[in-house]
């Protein structure tokens, strides 16, 4: 079993639709977490970090469920520029503390 | 305010050449991340270095491949008699520290290094 595991997609939505894509880990150890944007041939960015409690920043709201071990990310009133493939990212403190990332899922905003 | 900066952005070895890979990490940080992104996959932790230090080489391959960061300059990825399996987007990320329980421990990424080997 893969440590981090994500839907590959492609999701393909409409202009203003609300999507979720969701992300398991096998750690139960597992400490932060993160949701990372990539568009096609650049580098990760930083989209926002997921707390225990959940957390929103503008149309965008990220859930931790420990007990489940699985992360979301929901998308409100998706734009066109929302078209990224994005990332869940789970750290892990065996050895040393480092990121494992999950392979990604597409996400095509339709006009 | 300078992001990670990584160069070159662009790199074309034939096989059995060696690449170089450069990155500067953010001003302010001490932690250096390396990993390897191919075609269609996710990213791949390779190595994580601080000042002098390598602390985690636990997903760099065995042979060919080497990861420094000097107290002074960048971190440089040295990968020896490239192969055609080697060619990948080589991303490297800077955090200000290491430590989980602290939100400095985000890591940012730059541009990449695409290598392709001819």
């Known amino acids: 079993r893969k440590e981090v595991e994500q839907d590959p997609g492609p999701f393909n939505v409409p202009e203003g639709a609300t999507v979720a894509f969701n992300c398991t880990y096998s750690n139960s150890a597992s400490q932060s977490f993160f949701w990372y944007r990539q568009d096609c041939r650049k580098e990760p960015k930083l989209l926002m970090s997921v707390y225990s409690s959940g957390n929103e920043d503008g149309r965008f709201t990220a859930q931790l469920n420990r007990a489940s071990q699985y992360i979301s990310l929901l998308i409100r009133d998706s734009k066109l520029s929302d078209s990224a493939t994005y990332l869940c990212v789970v750290t892990t403190t065996s050895g040393t503390y480092k990121y494992i990332f999950g392979t990604g899922t597409r996400l095509k905003v339709l006009a | 305010n300078a992001g990670v900066m990584q160069n070159p952005r662009h790199l074309v070895r034939r096989r059995g050449q060696e690449a170089r890979l450069r990155c500067s990490p953010m001003k302010g940080h001490s932690h250096v991340y390396w990993y390897r992104q191919l075609p269609e996959e996710g990213l791949k932790f390779m190595v994580y270095l601080q000042k002098e230090n390598i602390i985690d080489e636990s997903g760099m391959p065995k042979e060919r491949f080497s990861a420094e960061f000097p107290k002074e300059g960048p971190s440089i990825l040295r990968i020896q008699q490239v192969v055609r399996g080697d060619s990948a987007a080589y991303f490297c990320?800077?955090?200000?520290?290491?430590?989980?329980?602290?939100?400095?421990?985000?890591?940012?990424f730059g541009p990449g290094t695409r290598l392709t080997v001819l």
């Open positions: 990320a800077s955090s200000k520290t290491g430590n989980p329980r602290t939100h400095t421990d985000t890591q940012y």
